[in-house]
Nanobody, 125 residues
Framework: QVQLVESGGGLVQAGGSLRLSCAAS????????MGWFRQAPGKEREFVAA????????YYADSVKGRFTISRVNAKNTVYLQMNSLKPEDTAVYYC??????????????????WGQGTQVTVSS
């Protein structure tokens, strides 16, 4: 069992930056692929970024490529999402998720077994 707790959300102006954190419980964090997803009101949950167990491989949604960076520190059981050049369309609840799977399917919600409660990010224009 893995418990995930996100933090770092808030209100920021367009062009600003935020760093989200996701702290995981358990001693097996380093074996999990970690993903970030987001969900805006009235929309489906969508993929943002994913990172493999070692941090050596990542995937990004086209909409955030070049602006967002996913990283992890296994010794701290934490995964991060650095968000730069934020846009109003980035406004959403951001969720982290964990899976033992690593393949292209990690860009979908399907393989993820554990989810955090989410943190709100609001970007004003």
């Amino acid at each position: 069992q893995v418990q995930l707790v996100e933090s770092g959300g808030g209100l920021v102006q367009a062009g600003g930056s935020l760093r989200l954190s996701c702290a995981a419980s358990g001693r097996t964090f380093s074996t999990y692929t970690m993903g970030w997803f987001r969900q805006a009101p009235g929309k489906e949950r969508e993929f943002v970024a994913a990172i493999n167990w070692s941090g050596s491989n990542t995937y990004y949604a086209d909409s955030v490529k070049g602006r967002f960076t996913i990283s992890r520190v296994n010794a701290k059981n934490t995964v991060y999402l650095q968000m730069n050049s934020l846009k109003p369309e980035d406004t959403a609840v951001y969720y982290c998720a964990a899976t033992t799977y690593w393949a292209i399917a990690v860009v979908t919600t399907t393989p993820y077994d554990y989810w955090g409660q989410g943190t709100q990010v609001t970007v004003s224009s």
